[in-house]
């Protein structure tokens, strides 16, 4: 039987390898391990908390615990950045579910010195197709609207969001052009987020 690592991307390869030295304990290793993954995870954190301080302190949390797992990563069971994906939707699910327990203000500040990124404008007020599907409560739901999407639509959304790949990796593992993957992920994150809102307003 051929390696589970044959059919990888390099910059997967690349992860597995970090990891494994990581889990040795090697802190060069580590640390190169969180500059090529931390702006990755940030966002899949900051999708769901959309507290941009709170993001951060999560991503810590996460990066402790990658550390002391790093030598439990199995290659068999799944690639590196799907793994490290995990890790981070966990604990910021976990962080937000205890949240919700306390009463929370919210406030708005402007400030015309800092600095706007791409994570700013993810964390805006409007829930997003990405915000929906994280934070599905109920899976009988989200497998409905699953099953509302074409096959091909499903395997992109999947290896995009659960396995944690760059819509270049889903068209080279899906052997389809950039162009129409991106189309297929765009249209079933909109049916997506169109079927949750009716769930969400149904449960309520």
């Not at 929370?104 to 805006?124: F, P, R, S």
């Not at 409905?144 to 639509?153: E, F, R, S, V």
Request: proline share 4%.
């Amino acid at each position: 039987m051929p390696p589970p690592t044959q059919d990888w991307s390099e910059r997967s390869k690349d992860l597995s390898q970090l990891l494994g030295r990581a889990g040795l304990g090697d802190r060069a290793a580590f640390a190169t391990l969180y500059e090529k993954t931390s702006s990755h995870l940030f966002a899949v954190v900051l999708r769901i908390s959309r507290d941009r301080a709170q993001a951060e302190d999560i991503l810590q949390e996460v990066y402790v615990n990658v550390w002391r797992a790093a030598g439990g990563f199995d290659a068999a069971q799944a690639q590196p950045l799907t793994w490290l994906t995990s890790i981070a939707r966990n604990r910021a699910i976990d962080s937000l579910r205890r949240a919700q327990t306390q009463p929370q203000l919210q406030t708005a500040i402007a400030n015309d010195d800092e600095e706007t990124d791409v994570y700013d404008a993810v964390a805006d007020e409007t829930p997003g197709p990405l915000d929906l599907l994280s934070r599905a409560a109920d899976a009988r739901a989200l497998s409905h609207c699953m099953q509302g999407l074409t096959a091909q639509q499903r395997q992109s959304v999947a290896l995009a969001f659960y396995d944690g790949l760059s819509h270049a990796e889903v068209a080279e593992k899906m052997r389809q052009p950039l162009g129409t993957v991106k189309s297929w992920v765009r249209r079933a994150l909109m049916s997506l987020k169109s079927c949750l809102e009716r769930a969400a307003a149904g449960g309520a």
